[in-house]
């Protein structure tokens, strides 16, 4: 069985802080210290990280909502509907995300145009589609996973009960799927917040940006490790809970699947 995370990793990543905080004030004569640059920055930098959470919930709001369609397309009895929602989940899955992201922010219009008023479209927002696209593919292979483990038996017997195919996978199927789901889908979502600096590099000005324009404002080296390394724990801070609460689904899942 695997075992839940503890507080050790939290503990190392936590230390790696510390060390890299103590070097760095060691290693400098300034009389402004590395923990009164921190704070000074951290609001700014706390404003990034907010657009970073934002960007991930967005992103897996909107891709599991499309997964979700794509997913029971693939399991479709109907071939026009099955073959390109396979060859759709497995180009967007297979795709880096780096590419989709300047893919989206190059080709999605800059601003548009609604009942004779024109409005930009920031590019947090067109990178959060581009985010948007591998979420949805992988949902789509979650749904067509825990679709499909569930034994024939339960088809047979909504179809025993007069069921349609779709009667059958809305009341029958999906809510057995529900509990198969959770776990990859929350590790997924783990995978998007920490894929979210990503939109640094296509010009977004989230947390790894505002660390770098705050590394550019105060010229001190020696901030390097400790701004970088209180990000690293920021995210940490952020996954950290979601990963926790994946083991224990995983764990209630087996025990409800073996009882």
Known sequence: MTR?????????ALLLVLAGSAWAQAATPAADGVLTALIRWA??????????????????AVGTLLGLFLGLGQVAPSRWLSRPSVV???FFRNAPWLVLLFYCIFILPFRVTVLGTTVDVPNWL??????????????????RGAVQSVPSGQWEGAASLALSRRRTLWLVILPQCVK????????????LLMSTPLASIVGVEEALTMTRNALGAERRS????????????AFFCACWPVALATRRLEAWAGRERTA
Not at 4 to 12: L, N
Not at 43 to 56: A, E, H, M, R, T
Not at 222 to 233: D, M, Q, R, S, T
Request: a neutral charge.
């Open 4 to 12: 839940a995370p503890d507080g050790k990793a939290a503990g190392f």
């Open 43 to 60: 609001p700014l930098i706390g404003q990034g990280f907010v657009l970073n959470v934002l960007i991930s919930v967005i992103a897996m």
């Open 88 to 90: 759709a989940t497995q």
């Open 126 to 143: 067109r990178a959060t589609a581009g985010l948007t696209l591998p979420v949805m593919a992988n949902v789509s292979e979650i749904v």
């Open 180 to 191: 198969r789901m959770l776990p990859p889908w929350m590790n997924l979502y783990a995978i």
């Open 222 to 233: 020696e901030l390097l490790i400790p701004f970088y390394g209180a990000l690293l724990v």
